[in-house]
């Protein structure tokens, strides 16, 4: 059993930076692939982009790619993600997510879930 808890999220400017925290309880974390989610109001949840067990090999979804980056600290069992130059459109609600299998993530599945929490570009 694994526990995750999203941080960092919060109200940015355009142009601005962010960066959030998934810390995980529980089990040892490096046996987990890990995933980052969004989801804004009325639209389905979508993936941001995902990093390996041992975080040599990292996913980005082309609306990221260039933006935003994925790491990991399996000593701390925390896996980060640093938003950069955001955007109006990534308002959303992010969600960390583990796994066993990095394939059930990029499905948008995933055995364990944090709660979310909010991130808000203004324009």
């Known amino acids: 059993q694994v526990q995750l808890v999203e941080s960092g999220g919060g109200l940015v400017q355009a142009g601005g930076s962010l960066g959030l925290s998934c810390a995980a309880s529980?089990?040892?974390?490096?046996?987990?692939?890990v995933g980052w989610f969004r989801q804004a109001p009325g639209k389905e949840r979508q993936i941001v982009g995902t990093?390996?067990?041992?975080?040599?090999?990292?996913y980005y979804a082309d609306s990221v790619k260039g933006r935003f980056t994925i790491s990991r600290d399996n000593a701390k069992n925390t896996v980060s993600l640093q938003m950069n130059s955001l955007k109006p459109e990534d308002t959303a609600v992010y969600y960390c997510?583990?796994?066993?299998?990095?394939?059930?993530?990029?499905?948008?599945?995933?055995?364990?879930w944090g709660q979310g929490t909010q991130v808000t570009v203004s324009s």
């Open positions: 990093i390996s067990k041992s975080g040599s090999s990292t």
């Open positions: 997510a583990a796994d066993f299998d990095g394939l059930v993530l990029h499905r948008g599945l995933g055995r364990y």
């Open positions: 529980g089990r040892s974390f490096n046996i987990y692939a």
